[in-house]
């Protein structure tokens, strides 16, 4: 039998089937890679209860990870809505993070700025979001208990992931955008057992029958240590006309002569937050 995992919570899950039933699976084994977005082919093993066999080849995997373990959030996803808002205020860092993890895969990035009914702060926000949206990545603006659906075309067709930091307001985005999600939420829990952990597993919600929205947890830190110095590199999209081009093919960008990336950020070419937040995610080379 094969079927899609629709939430994913610590080693349990559920399983949508082609039939549209719902079934709480757990991986076989002591290992567990499997992925909220995961397309699986899955063993029945009574009427309520499942196990997962296989998983069927990715398009793509969003996840983060540090030195001592990775945190999958969503399988199959083609592009990563990163909520900010307003207020509270939220972590240029960890946006840049998000993205870098979303280019390394090629997921289409999209930036929601959420609360722009709090117009005393919108133009303060605009301004932090200005060096992104320069580097065209895009952005919407919109009020999520008013303007909702202003999103929706941004969806369409696409099986999205939204991610962002707590208080955002990604809950009231699914919640207008699908007002069934608090009862789709509610029997997922149920099948998992895990009413009271309802916001700390990601959710995969069909918008349409092409068109699939997954929420994941709220996030407070975006660790990469997957990815190499060359990959890291290479995800920031404004570096990319001056790697290859430094006096040395080894070059780590941090006091080197000759660097092609340091005269870049002196001659204004490359945002200096933005090469900090890089030299932050790389960390300055060891006897330096």
């Known amino acids: 039998m094969e079927g899609r995992v629709i939430a994913a919570h610590g080693r349990q899950y559920v399983v949508e089937l082609a039939d549209g039933r719902r079934l709480p699976c757990f991986p076989r084994g002591k290992k567990s890679d499997i992925a909220c977005g995961d397309h699986v082919e899955i063993k029945q093993t009574s009427d309520d209860q499942g196990v997962i066999e296989a998983i069927q080849p990715r398009t793509s995997l969003l996840y983060r990870s540090n030195e001592i373990r990775q945190k999958l959030i969503a399988a199959n996803v083609d592009q990563i809505v990163i909520v900010v808002a307003t207020e509270p205020a939220f972590s240029d860092e960890l946006i840049s993070r998000a993205l870098v993890a979303a280019e390394s895969e090629e997921i289409s990035p999209l930036i929601v700025l959420n609360k722009c009914d709090l117009s005393d702060r919108l133009a303060a926000?605009?301004?932090?979001?200005?060096?992104?949206?320069?580097?065209?990545?895009?952005?919407?603006?919109?009020?999520?208990?008013?303007?909702?659906?202003?999103?929706?075309?941004?969806?369409?067709?696409?099986?999205?992931?939204?991610?962002?930091?707590?208080?955002?307001?990604?809950?009231?985005?699914?919640?207008?955008?699908?007002?069934?999600?608090?009862?789709?939420?509610?029997?997922?829990?149920?099948?998992?057992?895990?009413?009271?952990?309802?916001?700390?597993?990601?959710?995969?919600?069909?918008?349409?029958?092409?068109?699939?929205?997954?929420?994941?947890?709220?996030?407070q830190e975006f660790g990469l240590g997957h990815l190499d110095r060359q990959e890291i590199e290479s995800a920031f999209p404004e570096f990319r006309p001056y790697l290859g081009q430094c006096r040395f093919r080894d070059c780590r960008h941090h006091r080197e002569p000759g660097c092609a990336l340091l005269a870049a950020v002196e001659a204004g070419k490359i945002d200096k937050g933005r090469f900090s937040i890089y030299r932050r995610i790389v960390g300055t080379p060891r006897g330096n």
């Open 125 to 219: 926000t605009r301004e932090q979001l200005a060096v992104l949206s320069g580097l065209g990545y895009p952005v919407l603006e919109l009020s999520a208990r008013q303007h909702a659906e202003d999103l929706r075309p941004g969806l369409t067709g696409r099986t999205s992931v939204l991610v962002g930091q707590s208080g955002m307001g990604k809950s009231t985005l699914v919640n207008a955008l699908l007002p069934e999600a608090g009862a789709a939420t509610r029997e997922i829990s149920l099948a998992l057992d895990s009413g009271k952990h309802t916001t700390t597993h990601a959710t995969l919600y069909h918008l349409d029958a092409a068109s699939h929205l997954i929420d994941s947890p709220g996030l």
